[in-house]
């Protein structure tokens, strides 16, 4: 079955910075859209970053041009490269796939950014 293995999250100060990983097995890793997404306490869960297939990247206006989304096809792997973290990027990160009308969610990494 398809597994998504988030890695990464931490403790950092304020305009620090951290890399995610997400680890996917049981799927065709490359035809897949893949993205980031986020819950912090209270909050409902909102879209960080995708990359499609191909490629092409978008992102939230909060995190345009501090935060960086890839994939390596070839370790079914998605990353999310995280700078000039704020004290309001704290929250748990999941990793999510689709294609079609199937998709499935990691379990989550907690990104906590305070001094």
């Known amino acids: 079955q398809v597994q998504l293995v988030e890695s990464g999250g931490g403790l950092v100060q304020p305009g620090g910075s951290l890399r995610l990983s997400c680890a996917a097995s049981?799927?065709?890793?490359?035809?897949?859209?893949m993205g980031w997404y986020r819950q912090a306490p209270g909050k409902q869960r909102e879209l960080v970053a995708t990359i499609t297939s191909g490629g092409s990247t978008s992102y939230a206006d909060s995190v345009k041009g501090r935060f960086t989304i890839s994939r390596d096809n070839a370790k079914n792997t998605v990353y999310l490269q995280m700078n000039s973290l704020k004290p309001e990027d704290t929250a748990v990160y999941y990793c999510?796939?689709?294609?079609?009308?199937?998709?499935?969610w990691g379990q989550g990494t907690q990104v906590t950014v305070s001094s």
């Open positions: 999510r796939r689709n294609f079609g009308s199937n998709a499935n």
């Open positions: 049981g799927l065709m890793f490359s035809i897949n859209q």
